[in-house]
């Protein structure tokens, strides 16, 4: 099994827009639109300790949230188009963004965890 000096580093943006394995950049992170895979299909890394828990919704939530809502209110100000129009628009909008989001956030928060060793429950004592 290669261990993690054997791959240079891969940047935490490049991982997170590809969606890759952190680890060596190649291997796809997820099955399916969020779910992890099990491991990485070109390095093996196991992703069984990579859990960004609910740190992705509440970012996305803040973030769609505030992009949707405010460009639906300018475009109330400005046009002031019939309900239909908002219906029609801004809510595929808002689903689109935020499941987007959500895949690409995930995937940031486990480059992060991985770059900076992160673990769940240590505390450095050091």
């Known amino acids: 099994m290669a261990s993690n000096a054997d791959f240079p580093p891969v940047e ?74 908002h219906f029609l628009v801004f809510g595929p909008l808002a689903i689109g963004l935020s499941l987007w989001l959500l895949r690409t956030i995930k995937a940031l928060l486990i480059a992060l965890q991985y770059r900076h060793n992160a673990h769940q429950g240590q505390i450095d004592r050091g």
Do not use: E, H
């Open 12 to 85: 935490p943006v490049r991982v997170a827009l590809s969606a890759s394995c952190p680890r060596c950049g190649n291997g796809k992170l997820f099955q399916g639109l969020t779910k992890l895979k099990p491991a990485c299909s070109a390095c093996g890394f196991d992703y069984s300790k990579m859990d960004p828990g609910d740190g992705a919704s509440i970012f996305v939530i803040l973030i769609a949230d505030f992009l949707v809502i405010g460009l639906a209110l300018y475009v109330q100000v400005v046009y002031s188009p019939g309900l239909w129009v």
